[in-house]
Structure formats: structure tokens, C-alpha cells
């Protein structure tokens, strides 16, 4: 049994670092809400183990991130929190983006959201990796622990949907660039 | 729009997620909230390890309660000339007999969630959940005794399954009285004290309570009741001869559910001497479900404890409550 101040490395960790795993959990998850929550049962989880994982905490907590991602939320079917963003908001956060043409591309940046949330759990796990994480395709196969030929089909059936979801939007279905890790592009 | 799909997602994805930033307590929640799995989980620990009980009633009960246990016993034991000679107070007059004397336990307590999956991907592995190695000595007639509990590592979904069962450790244990004391291996760790036997000091390691459930309480005598009453007993056999002679007991009974746990079997065999009528093992098995699986675990778990009795008659002395600094061990069970 360990008292809430043996983890006191964990409190730190979340300190400095807490906004980018939120960041990631809400991505997976589908909203804030469901993000803090994903992030919560994630720490739950890290502090069973922090025995042995209290070196590397971060690494162990993003893996959990994603293997509560792609296990356990799977079975809860949580509806997507961005579908319920309404007018008002659609308005606002038009405005802020200061532009005439706004409106349309806040909506374009909508769908693919709600979009990437309705994907299975695994295909929008690996696209996160792969495009917010920037990661490879190995170091995406490693995180999650599975084949890189599973990260590809996931990677690739997913983008296949989003391009349909925003088929209206006209965007080019050829990729030009590929991320790589560090975040550069090549 | 000449941009890429992956552009547009990426730019996305930055964009929804600006300026999030949780909840300054989430740490805090997270603690509380895996406290909260805790209690139901360590519940069903709790039932599932009455056998450790079993142990502390050998030391306990007779001491506790003083030679009225004995006559408790035999009293019982003399409601009818068949009853006397039952597998059932054969076994209770052994339990009796061995808990007046001192004597070395060596425990090994494993609680094994089966089938357990990672991922949905994943091959099906048991993820072992709770584990006691203990080794110690004890002397009812001064209800003290002192021992170690090897800590090895449990497995986990995060694990590398390579590591499991390695020595991760060691805890000390000492029992004086009605309170334990432990002190986890490793620089500046502090002795740990609460209120309680060693069941409490090895399965909740400071919680107080124990699931309230019939069967699985702290208190040991209710365990030795159980086998009076409750269930079944009966002589599975008689093996070798002489002064390796011993008798093997095959027990069972109910365990009611409660807030915690599912109602469950509990299912066991005791070895005893034949020659001296002191127990020699007792093994104890069940299988646990949590009443609440949306705090707890869900799935079932099963519960393994062995306990060897040897060198009864040793001499147990010198066992001291630590000195220096103590902290006393938070109730677990009540989450303070």
C-alpha cells in the first residue's frame, strides 16, 4: 500500500508534461472529458506499477494511454464529446479565425475530428502516433505492440476514411510529404 | 485545397487540443480512484486468502480465548458419542493441540486473474495479482512472532512477463499482540505499524477490516467456526507409517457475497500428524468474483494459500516493537 505521497514523481511528471497527455488522451478518446478520463484511469494504472515503472514514468504512461485506448475504451463506446459543439461555437472559433473563409475551414478541421473519433480505436491510435505523435511506423508498431504490417493497414484505412468524410472538402488525395520522427518533414 | 489529408490532420489534431491542460488534482483523483479498485479488490483478496487466517487462528485462538477455546471445543465436540469421533472434531481437536505451541510457517499466497488479455490482440496469460512468500516463527503463548515476506513482481499488461516472479525485495514482519509492524526493504524505509495479526500486516498490509463477509474475517476464530459448523470435513485418507504417519482432511463452505464479492466456495485439505495430532499443512483454494465490477476487477479471480507448520515447540523470544520513528498504516479498506 503506497500513500498518495509516494507518488510524488508521478505529481511532477503530470506538473511539466500533464497538457501534452492530456492532449493525446483527448485525441484518442474523443473529447476533453473523455481524454481526462482516459489520462486519470491511465495514471490509476501506472501507480499499480510504479514500483517499477517510477524511472521511466512518461514512457510508461503514454503506453498505457494507448492500450487503454485501444482495449478498455473500446468496450465503453463513448460518443465522441466534438459532436456536440454547437453553433455558437462553430461561430466563435470561426471568428477567431480571423479569416472570410473561416467558417469552412473550421468545419473542414471538425470533421476530420469527429471523423478521426468514429474511427475504430486501433486505426485512430495509430493515425495520433503517426500525426500528432509524429512517430514512425515501427516506433508507432512498438507502442502499441502489434505487426508494423498492422500500423500500415490501420494507418492506411484510416486515412481512407477521413478522405472520404471530407471528400466535400476537395482535398488532394496524394500524399506530397511523410512526417518522420523529430517532427521534421521531408 | 492542395494540402494533404495527412497535413490537415495533423494541423487538426494541434488545433482541437490547444490549451487543454487537466485538472490540478488529477493525481489526486487518480489515487483516490485506484484506492476505490483497492478496496473491492483486496476484498475479494481477502476472502480468497482465509487460509492465512487459518494460520493466525492456530496462533490465536486457543491463546485468545484462554482454555475455554479447549473446552469451547470439546464441549461441542461431546454433544453425541458418534460426533466424537467425527473427521470434523478429529481436526478441530488437531487445530486446537497445534495452536498451543510455538511454531515456524512458511506461507505462499497467490491470487491468479486467469486468461487475463493486455490487448484484444494479445495471447491469454494468468496475471498473478497477489503474491506472499512468507517465512516466520511464532509464539502464541506471548502472541508474538516475527518473520519476512519475500516480495517478488507481480506480472502485469506493462510487464515484460520475463520478470515475473523475480525477487523484488523483502518486507519484515513482526507481530506483537494485537499489533504488526513491517518495514518494506530499501534505504530510509520506515516501520510501518496498524492494528492487527498477520494476515492483516501480509494481505492488506494495514488495512484494518476485512471484508465483513461470513468466512473471510480477520478474526481467525470465525474461520475455525466455519469448519465446526458450516461446511463439510471428511477424511480423504491415510498416509505412511509410523512416525511419518499423517492424515489428510478434505474441507469445504459457503462463503455469503456482500457489497464486495459474489457468494463463493472456499475449498481445502489440512495434512496432520497422526502420531502427535499437530497439522503439518493446510491448503485452501477459491475462486472470488467482485460484487461491483465497475469499481472493481471484473473477470474472477482465484486464491492458492499453502501453509507448512514445522519445529513446533521452538523457542520464540525477543521479538521487540521497533524503536524510532513509526507511521502508522492508513486503513485501506476505509481509504483514509
Given at each position: 500500500?503506497r500513500?498518495?505521497?509516494?507518488?510524488?514523481?508521478?505529481?511532477?511528471?503530470?506538473?511539466h508534461?500533464?497538457?501534452?497527455?492530456?492532449?493525446?488522451a483527448?485525441?484518442l478518446?474523443?473529447?476533453?472529458a473523455?481524454?481526462?478520463?482516459l489520462?486519470?484511469a491511465?495514471?490509476?494504472r501506472?501507480?499499480?506499477q510504479?514500483?517499477r515503472?517510477?524511472d521511466?514514468?512518461?514512457i510508461?504512461l503514454r503506453?498505457?494511454?494507448?492500450?487503454l485506448a485501444?482495449?478498455q475504451?473500446r468496450?465503453?463506446r463513448?460518443?465522441p464529446?466534438?459532436?456536440?459543439?454547437?453553433?455558437?461555437?462553430l461561430?466563435v472559433?470561426?471568428?477567431?479565425?480571423?479569416q472570410?473563409?473561416g467558417t469552412?475551414?473550421l468545419h473542414?478541421?471538425?470533421a476530420?475530428?469527429?471523423?478521426?473519433?468514429?474511427?475504430?480505436?486501433?486505426?485512430?491510435?495509430?493515425?495520433?502516433?503517426r500525426?500528432?505523435?509524429?512517430?514512425s511506423e515501427?516506433?508507432a508498431?512498438?507502442?502499441?505492440?502489434c505487426?508494423?504490417?498492422?500500423?500500415?493497414s490501420s494507418?492506411?484505412?484510416g486515412?481512407a476514411r477521413?478522405?472520404?468524410?471530407?471528400a466535400?472538402?476537395?482535398?488532394?488525395?496524394t500524399?506530397?510529404?511523410?512526417?518522420?520522427?523529430?517532427g521534421?518533414?521531408? | 485545397m492542395?494540402r494533404?489529408i495527412e497535413?490537415?490532420?495533423?494541423?487538426?489534431m494541434?488545433?482541437?487540443?490547444?490549451g487543454?491542460?487537466p485538472a490540478p488534482?488529477l493525481?489526486a483523483r487518480?489515487?483516490?480512484?485506484r484506492r476505490?479498485r483497492?478496496?473491492?479488490r483486496?476484498a475479494?483478496?481477502?476472502?480468497?486468502?482465509a487460509g492465512?487466517?487459518?494460520a493466525v487462528?492456530?496462533?490465536?485462538?486457543v491463546?485468545s480465548?484462554?482454555?475455554g477455546a479447549n473446552?469451547t471445543g470439546?464441549?461441542?465436540d461431546r454433544t453425541g458419542?458418534?460426533a466424537?469421533?467425527s473427521?470434523?472434531v478429529?481436526?478441530?481437536?488437531?487445530m486446537?493441540?497445534?495452536?498451543q505451541?510455538?511454531?515456524?510457517?512458511?506461507?505462499?499466497?497467490?491470487?491468479?486473474?486467469?486468461g487475463?488479455?493486455?490487448t484484444?490482440?494479445?495471447p491469454?496469460?494468468?496475471?498473478?495479482t497477489?503474491?506472499?512468500?512468507y517465512?516466520?516463527?511464532?509464539?502464541p503463548?506471548?502472541?508474538?512472532?516475527a518473520?519476512?515476506?519475500?516480495?517478488?513482481l507481480?506480472?502485469?499488461?506493462l510487464g515484460?512477463?520475463k520478470f515475473?516472479g523475480?525477487?523484488?525485495?523483502?518486507m519484515q514482519?513482526r507481530?506483537i499482540g494485537?499489533?504488526?509492524?513491517?518495514?518494506f526493504?530499501?534505504?530510509?524505509?520506515?516501520?510501518?505499524?496498524?492494528?492487527?495479526?498477520l494476515?492483516?500486516?501480509?494481505?492488506?498490509?494495514?488495512?484494518?477490516?476485512w471484508s465483513?463477509t461470513?468466512?473471510a474475517s480477520?478474526?481467525p476464530?470465525?474461520?475455525?467456526?466455519?469448519?465446526?459448523h458450516?461446511?463439510?470435513?471428511?477424511?480423504?485418507?491415510?498416509?505412511?507409517?509410523g512416525?511419518?504417519?499423517?492424515?489428510?482432511y478434505?474441507?469445504?463452505?459457503?462463503?455469503?457475497?456482500d457489497?464486495s464479492?459474489?457468494?463463493h466456495?472456499?475449498?481445502?485439505t489440512i495434512?496432520v500428524h497422526d502420531?502427535?495430532?499437530?497439522?503439518?499443512r493446510?491448503?485452501?483454494?477459491?475462486?472470488?468474483?467482485?460484487?461491483?465490477p465497475?469499481?472493481?476487477?471484473?473477470?474472477?479471480?482465484?486464491?492458492?494459500t499453502?501453509?507448512?507448520?514445522?519445529?513446533?515447540?521452538l523457542?520464540?523470544?525477543?521479538?521487540h516493537?521497533p524503536a524510532?520513528?513509526?507511521?502508522?498504516?492508513k486503513?485501506?479498506?476505509?481509504?483514509?
Open positions: 500500500v500513500s498518495e505521497e509516494s507518488f510524488e514523481g508521478l505529481s511532477a511528471l503530470v506538473a508534461r500533464g497538457a501534452a497527455l492530456l492532449a493525446t483527448t485525441l478518446a474523443g473529447g476533453p473523455a481524454g481526462e478520463d489520462l486519470q491511465a495514471l490509476e501506472v501507480m499499480r510504479w514500483h515503472v517510477k521511466e514514468p512518461e510508461y503506453r498505457t494511454i494507448y492500450h485501444v482495449d475504451w468496450a465503453r463513448r460518443r464529446e466534438v459532436l456536440g459543439k454547437t453553433e455558437a461555437e461561430e472559433a470561426a471568428l477567431r479565425a480571423g472570410p473563409d469552412d475551414a473542414l478541421r471538425l476530420l475530428i469527429q471523423g478521426l473519433a468514429q474511427l475504430p480505436p486501433r486505426q485512430r491510435a495509430v493515425l495520433v502516433l500525426y500528432w505523435e509524429q512517430l515501427s516506433e508498431a512498438d507502442m502499441l505492440g505487426s508494423l504490417g498492422t500500423v500500415k494507418a492506411s484505412r486515412l477521413l478522405r472520404e468524410v471530407t466535400a472538402w476537395a482535398v488532394e488525395d500524399p506530397k510529404r511523410k512526417p518522420v520522427v523529430n521534421a518533414w521531408s | 492542395s494533404t497535413d490537415l490532420l495533423a494541423a487538426s494541434r488545433e482541437e487540443v490547444a487543454l491542460t488534482d493525481v487518480a489515487a483516490r480512484r476505490q483497492s478496496r473491492a483486496l475479494a483478496s481477502a476472502t480468497g486468502t492465512i487466517a487459518a487462528a492456530i496462533a490465536v485462538t491463546p480465548a484462554g482454555p473446552r470439546t464441549g461441542a458419542g458418534s466424537a469421533s473427521p470434523r478429529r481436526l478441530v481437536a488437531a486446537i493441540t497445534s495452536a505451541l510455538s511454531y515456524r510457517l512458511h506461507l505462499v499466497n497467490t491470487s491468479t486473474l486467469p487475463h488479455r493486455g484484444p490482440t494479445s491469454r496469460r494468468d496475471l498473478i497477489w503474491y506472499a512468500d517465512t516466520g516463527v511464532y509464539n503463548r506471548t502472541s508474538s512472532g518473520g519476512v515476506n519475500i516480495m517478488r507481480q506480472s502485469g499488461t515484460n512477463p515475473y523475480k525477487v523484488d525485495g523483502h514482519v507481530i494485537d499489533h504488526y509492524y513491517t518495514r526493504s530499501g534505504k530510509d524505509q520506515p516501520w510501518m505499524t496498524g492494528r492487527g495479526a494476515v492483516q500486516a501480509l494481505v492488506l498490509n494495514g488495512g484494518r477490516a465483513p461470513n468466512g480477520a478474526d476464530a470465525v474461520l475455525l467456526a466455519a469448519l465446526r458450516l461446511g463439510s470435513v471428511k477424511l480423504a485418507g491415510k498416509n505412511g507409517t512416525g511419518q504417519a499423517v492424515d489428510t478434505d474441507f469445504k463452505y459457503h462463503i455469503d457475497g457489497g464479492v459474489k457468494p466456495q472456499l475449498t481445502g495434512v502420531k502427535s495430532n499437530l497439522i503439518a493446510i491448503t485452501m483454494q477459491t475462486k472470488v468474483t467482485s460484487a461491483q465497475q469499481l472493481g476487477d471484473r473477470g474472477w479471480f482465484t486464491f492458492r499453502v501453509m507448512t507448520f514445522s519445529d513446533y515447540g523457542p520464540v523470544s525477543g521479538v516493537a524510532g520513528r513509526l507511521e502508522q498504516e486503513n485501506l479498506l476505509l481509504g483514509s
